[in-house]
């Protein structure tokens, strides 16, 4: 393990009665922990802005599969950008509505432009990207990432 190091925070009781009980309920058995977490989420987050970087990640579509020509519009963004697909997971949750759940990895740049084109599709209720960069290093900064896709 690398060297630690002891920080002080200075937090408002409240907000830190909430963190408490959050990260109790999300089974950490101390704040260092949480506090490293949210830290490495954070670089990360940072380092999948840069177009170029490496990412994995996942498109999360919900739908009214009745809207006419959704999913065919759907499958041909889908088929338009086949190099930056890896999987995707359709699943009827009731009579109506579908969940579609896009597994990607490419360039940041490239994924972002695929998920804004396929969650901005008429007749798609809610979407959602979830980016992050593979084998990055978060307790050594964002500039771990992994270098650009070929």
Do not use: W
């Amino acid at each position: 393990m690398a060297e630690l190091s002891r920080i002080g925070v200075a937090i408002d009781v409240d907000l830190l009665a909430r963190f408490d009980e959050s990260i109790a309920a999300q089974g950490y058995t101390n704040r260092s922990e949480a506090f490293r977490d949210l830290i490495r989420d954070r670089l990360i987050a940072a380092s999948v802005e840069a177009p170029e970087t490496l990412v994995v990640g996942t498109v999360t579509l919900i739908y009214d599969h009745h809207s006419r020509l959704l999913p065919e519009k759907l499958t041909d963004l889908q088929h338009e950008s086949h190099q930056l697909i890896i999987s995707t997971t359709h699943v009827h949750l009731d009579h109506h509505t579908c969940l579609e759940v896009v597994v990607v990895k490419g360039d940041s740049g490239r994924v972002r432009k695929l998920a804004d084109l396929l969650i901005g599709t008429k007749g798609v209720q809610h979407g959602r990207l979830v980016m992050t960069a593979p084998g990055a290093d978060a307790s050594h900064g964002a500039d771990a990432a992994l270098p650009k896709s070929a």
